[in-house]
Nanobody, 125 residues
């Protein structure tokens, strides 16, 4: 099983950009589909983006489509979330998640196998 550690969160002005990283331990990273989720206070965890194990397929929530890009480097055991044109409503704790099933990740299931601890993104207006 992999373990996940997110980084790259911080404070950014509206309209700005930020790149999140999620580093995975373990030798089977490429066998996991990966997802980025976010949670704001008082709300459920919300799906943002997903990428298949080989990186050939991606999927986005409507709220981030066209502004966020998910990618992965299996040689570095890392998945990224490039966020552009950030809005105050993007403020949240962002989590990466891993699961062997692309089918489970890209539909935004929250009962995935492995979760990171989260990284806070704050977008000021």
């Amino acid at each position: 099983q992999v373990q996940l550690v997110e980084s790259g969160g911080g404070l950014v002005q509206a309209g700005g950009s930020l790149r999140l990283s999620c580093a995975a331990s373990g030798r089977t990273f490429s066998s996991y589909a990966m997802g980025w989720y976010r949670r704001t206070p008082g709300k459920e965890r919300e799906f943002a983006a997903a990428i298949s194990g080989d990186g050939s397929s991606t999927y986005y929530a409507d709220s981030v489509k066209g502004r966020f890009t998910i990618s992965r480097d299996n040689a570095k055991n890392t998945v990224y979330l490039q966020m552009s044109d950030l809005k105050p409503e993007d403020t949240a704790v962002y989590y990466c998640a891993a699961d062997p099933s692309w089918g489970r990740v890209h539909v935004g299931r929250i009962d995935l196998e492995v979760w990171g601890q989260g990284t806070l993104v704050t977008v000021s207006s």
